[in-house]
């Protein structure tokens, strides 16, 4: 609803800890590919670009049994994608010779004004009708509205924009060992969860087939066994939820009602 890039315009997602505001959906005169309709009916391309903080990188690398963690957003992508009539090519940097590295920005703090004025700065090639592009930076410090740090943010999607900040310093600290598997899955599912806000759903731009917003919280499902989930109930019940497919090697997280929102309006 929005035309500004503003905190307002933030959906907040993946809380460990703090209660979620949620975020409303808008669009930005500057994004005016990044709709949920353009990527459900007719872009033929959807692809990444990926920067981190020096001391702030993604994690990479295979799980034990040879599944590269970065698998578990690609196969997401493709299982919401699977119902266009001709899918489009997804492509996921999986390694950090594809990402870029910038600086250490010294922040304690960012809030969505910050994350927009560095996605200028750095970013490389702009999004067409035909070629979406997706930008995800992985930052130091927290999330900030305004009012303080959200120390239980893992990651943000900045409303009717195709940027996505996750911050490192949250991740590392959603498990009880920070190099173990738990926030390697953590930070793959943020990357769904927030990937899921940009792309359209819950009741984001994707209209639903069934009723399941969970509406107190916003562009939510109130599947608890859904990616899209609000995660209100601590860290523990995260991992819990991370725990089935750490344990059973499936990936793809998306609940069937955001599928079903998907197949309905897929083209
Ligand atoms: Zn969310």
């Known amino acids: ?35 949920a309709k353009n990527y459900f009916k007719s872009t033929a391309t959807i692809s990444m670009e990926i920067y981190y903080e020096t001391g702030s990188e ?22 919401i994608f699977q ?14 010779a594809e990402m870029t590295s ?14 927009v004025n560095l996605h200028k700065q750095y970013h490389g090639q702009l999004p067409s009708s035909r070629d979406s592009r997706f930008y995800l930076y992985f930052l ?16 943000v999607s900045l409303s009717g924009t195709p940027i996505i900040a996750i911050f490192k310093d949250v991740v ?16 793959q599912s943020t990357l769904v969860h927030e990937m899921g806000h940009a792309l359209g759903f819950v009741n984001n731009g994707v209209p639903m087939v069934t009723a399941h917003q969970d509406t107190a919280h916003g562009a939510h499902s ?7 989930y609000w995660m209100n109930e601590g860290a523990s019940d ?30």
Not at 58 to 79: H, K, Q, S, V
């Open 102 to 115: 910038i600086p250490a920005q010294g922040k304690t703090e960012w809030t969505g004004i910050d994350i």
């Open 83 to 96: 119902y266009r009539s001709t899918p489009p090519t997804i492509t996921v940097p999986k390694t950090l």
């Open 222 to 228: 109130t599947n608890t066994d859904c990616v899209m």
């Open 1 to 35: 609803m929005g035309k500004t890039l503003l905190g307002s315009f933030v959906t907040i997602c993946f809380l460990l800890t703090a209660s979620c505001s949620g975020g409303s959906s808008g669009s930005d005169s500057s994004f005016p590919y990044s709709t």
């Open 172 to 187: 590392r600290s959603s498990g009880m060992n920070p190099n173990g598997v738990v926030p390697r899955y953590v930070e």
């Open 140 to 155: 130091d410090g927290n999330y900030s509205t305004g009012s303080g740090p959200e120390t239980g943010v893992i990651g």
């Open 58 to 79: 993604p994690f990479t690398g295979a799980t034990a049994g040879g599944m590269n963690y970065w698998d578990i957003l690609e196969d997401n992508l493709t299982a």
């Open 238 to 267: 995260l991992s819990q939820f991370l725990q089935n497919y750490i344990s059973s090697g499936d990936t793809v997280m998306w609940g069937p009602e955001v599928l079903q929102d998907a197949q309905g309006y897929s083209e």
